[in-house]
């Protein structure tokens, strides 16, 4: 069953077309990998689900339920997390207070969710007062996904997570993220293959603001083609 | 030591004056990024209202409280029908409230006239406290513990409350707290009236202060008000505090020794800090606290 539709999303950021017609569902309970170069429209879509930059025509549904069009607040309450590409950590706050203020409008059992988290990502608990602003790269990373699930566990729209960190981190990520699709559905974009295709259920490959091939990521692995063609991977 | 004690006195109690028109505006840039140039029209109005209400019921305690809640009411006209709509514009923002700021201005003359008010203190602030010879006014200490007060209460407020750490998460990174499920146009509603209403008691407090209130003191405050948000750092509270009491206190001094210069000195310190530390004495990213 589709947990989230995008259909048809056209997107403008200012003079420029982003999204161009872009249609692609996410599966309850899946990983759901969207790849694509830079500036392909990977972001755009996130944040265009997210309502931060809506779109001037098409729709999001999430559980049936059309999103596209509502603040983002309010997306949020309905149980969806986001990740941004630049991490979005509150510098000043300490990691006690930056997954308290991700409690604040959760749904569900918050304390269940902050427990597991602490255990997937023991580092948040080590520096539990520390100001998130003098985390590590990774570390960073770490709270910015536990922030997310901890606000909305239904889908966790993931923004490049692997970006800028050490191949040992990233790893260690991925296997975090699959550990976390045994209770949530994950929407991911990602640049780096290797890693991506290892964890991911489904794809989506972007390509000048519109999806140009999606199917199941094991036939990707060994489609070399299109693998050469949209990703550059020989 | 007597000139001394009084003169720290009145700086302080200047300063904690000052402070209390900083702090909104320093909350309001640091959270909604807008210069809201018409702070100071606020503070006027609290200052007339307040002093209208005193003169009216003999209550100074009513006088404070009406002052608050007009300062408020306005706030809330502003934020709602002419900031809203302009929201991430920095130049229409700055010609609106500019705007605002002279339309308040003037419509106090509608109300009260276009000549100054003379303002008393109330009876049970009245005189002084002496100390081995020192005196000190009683008003001014009575400002100086509302402000210290306020600010203490402001300090709680912003680090040991949800809303208070969503406003210094806010303060840092606006689009994500909405992905937290935040609604930050309430946000900054709040953040507004709480900076309009703390304008307006800065007024209703200043009015018995300084004896005499005026239509046009709403501006002259609000720049002293612009040059302490700058020097703390633009959206530091502590910030705030800090650069009223130095230059309240330093104000204080140098009208008292080197009078000619008094004006020049705020912008002198300005210019210092400017130059040594361009985002204020407290000034980091994101140190709303």
């Not at chain 1, 923004?159 to 699959?178: A, F, Q, R």
């Not at chain 2, 909604?32 to 007339?48: C, D, K, P, Y």
């Not at chain 2, 310190?269 to 530390?277: E, G, N, P």
Request: charged residues 15%; proline residues 2%.
């Amino acid at each position: 069953m589709s947990l989230l539709k995008l259909d048809n999303l056209e997107t403008y950021l200012g003079q420029y077309h982003i999204l161009q017609g872009v249609s692609m569902s996410v599966e309850e309970g899946s990983i759901t990998v969207l790849f694509g170069r830079n500036g392909a429209g990977k972001t755009t879509t996130l944040r265009t689900i997210m309502g931060f930059n809506p779109s001037t025509m098409g729709s999001v549904h999430y559980h049936d339920q059309k999103i596209s069009g509502i603040p983002t607040h309010l997306i949020s309450r309905k149980g969806i997390g986001y990740v941004p590409e630049n991490q979005g950590i509150f510098s000043a706050l300490t990691v006690e207070e930056t997954l308290n203020l991700a409690k604040a409008k959760s749904t569900g059992e918050t304390e269940e969710k902050m427990e597991w988290m602490l255990e997937l990502f023991p580092d948040l608990k080590k520096f539990w007062s520390k100001k998130s602003g003098l985390l590590s790269g990774g570390q960073k990373q770490m709270l910015a996904i536990a922030r997310a699930y901890i606000n909305g566990d239904g889908l966790l729209l993931i923004d490049e997570p692997s970006k800028g960190l050490s191949p040992i981190m990233v790893e260690k990520l991925m296997e975090s993220i699959l550990k976390m699709q045994e209770k949530t559905t994950i929407l991911l974009v990602e640049q780096n293959f290797l890693m991506a295709s290892e964890i991911g259920d489904y794809f989506y490959i972007m390509d000048d603001g519109k999806i140009v091939h999606d199917g199941w990521m094991q036939d990707l692995k060994e489609d070399k083609e299109t693998c050469q063609k949209y990703l550059g991977i020989a | 030591m007597e000139v001394f004690i009084n003169l720290l006195v009145n700086g302080v109690s200047t300063g904690l004056l000052i402070f209390l028109l900083a702090a909104g505006l320093t909350l309001i840039f640091g959270l909604m990024s807008v210069l809201n140039f018409a702070h100071g029209g606020l503070f006027v109005w609290g200052a007339f209202s307040g002093a209208w209400i005193f003169k009216e019921t003999n209550s100074f305690l009513l006088a404070i409280a009406g002052a608050v809640a007009v300062g408020m009411v306005l706030g809330w006209v502003l934020e709602r029908f002419l900031i809203r709509p302009v929201y991430g514009n920095h130049v229409r923002q700055l010609l609106i409230t500019l705007g605002g700021m002279l339309v308040l201005s003037e419509s106090i003359k509608v109300f009260w006239g276009p000549n100054p008010i003379r303002v008393n203190l109330p009876a049970w602030l009245e005189g002084s406290y002496q100390f081995d010879g020192i005196i000190i006014i009683k008003y001014r200490v009575f400002v100086i513990v509302v402000g210290l007060l306020l600010y203490l209460a402001l300090w709680l407020l912003l680090s040991r409350t949800q809303i208070g750490l969503m406003i210094r998460a806010g303060v840092l990174d606006k689009e994500m707290v909405q992905a937290l499920g935040i609604n930050v146009k309430g946000l900054f509603t709040f953040v507004f009236l709480l900076g309009a209403g703390l304008a307006a008691l800065g007024g209703a407090l200043l009015a018995p202060y300084s004896g005499v209130v005026f239509a046009e003191m709403g501006m002259q405050y609000a720049i002293l008000a612009f040059i302490v948000v700058i020097i703390g750092g633009m959206g530091s509270l502590q910030g705030s505090a800090l650069a009223s009491l130095i230059v309240g206190v330093a104000g204080a001094f140098m009208a008292y020794y080197i009078p000619d210069l008094s004006l020049a000195l705020n912008m002198l310190l300005l210019a210092i800090v400017l130059l040594v530390k361009p985002t204020g004495l407290l000034g980091e990213k994101g140190s709303a606290v």
